[in-house]
């Protein structure tokens, strides 16, 4: 059965430094979102993207992340500059259409952690 | 803004038994979707269920059912039969229905332990 893929699984990186976290979203899906996880806390919605562009973000979403879908199968969340407290989860989904009923299909995540 | 909210950070049950995991949302909308995810430990989440809100049936898949109650704004899954393999983190989630925002809003989730 398809699924979404994401690499690295963990992620280890400095205050200040870039990292890019990458996501192969299902084949013939066209939406892409980035959904984050700090520990013990809910699971926030990112950004969504169609088309090659984004189409929503939340607040959290600043000047310090960017999306890209550089190919036709990998997604990408650069972070330009991390902080502390970008340490998480982050969850790439995927779907076939915007219809709100389709089920986003969720990649198994990626852990930041910033030290 | 809408909100999920899940309750009880943990449950637990017996095998076989039954369970039901609480979720209560916010919203001003009338149309609308709602998710029961499940992610297991170093998994990905998978949709375990899904509710229209214009449907007052509820939604059932196998051993897993909802109990929704639109006016109360209120969203339960219960899980009958329970299996070893059901023990995982449980997510509610809400999206709001055609034409409007494509982002799912999540719960803090339910940690279910299912005991042997």
């Known amino acids: 059965e398809p699924e979404v893929t994401q690499t690295p699984s963990h992620q280890v990186t400095q205050m200040g430094q870039e990292v890019i976290l990458r996501c192969v979203p299902i084949s013939n899906h066209l939406y892409f979102y980035w959904y984050r996880q700090i520990l013990g806390q809910k699971v926030e919605f990112l950004v969504s993207?169609?088309?090659?562009?984004?189409?929503?973000k939340s607040e959290i979403f600043d000047d310090q992340f960017s999306v890209e879908r550089p190919d036709g199968s990998n997604f990408t969340l650069k972070i330009r500059s991390t902080k502390l407290e970008d340490s998480a989860m982050y969850f790439c989904?995927?779907?076939?259409?915007?219809?709100?009923?389709?089920?986003?299909?969720f990649g198994p995540g990626t852990r930041l952690t910033v030290l | 803004a809408q909100t999920v909210t899940q309750s009880q950070p943990e449950m637990s049950v017996q095998e076989a038994e039954t369970v039901t995991l609480s979720c209560t949302y916010d919203t001003s909308e009338s149309d609308y979707y709602l998710f029961w995810y499940k992610q297991p430990p170093s998994r990905q989440m998978i949709l375990v269920i899904r509710?229209?809100?214009?449907?007052?049936q509820n939604a059932t898949e196998n051993r897993f059912s909802v109990n929704f109650q639109k006016a109360a704004k209120s969203f339960s899954l219960k899980i009958s039969d329970s299996q070893l393999g059901d023990a995982a983190m449980y997510f509610c989630a809400y999206r709001i229905s055609q034409g409007g925002s494509e982002k799912l809003v999540f719960g803090k989730g339910t940690k279910l332990t299912v005991n042997p």
């Open positions: 989904a995927s779907t076939e259409s915007e219809n709100s009923y389709n089920e986003q299909f």
């Open positions: 509710q229209e809100a214009y449907k007052q």
């Open positions: 993207f169609y088309n090659n562009e984004i189409s929503e």
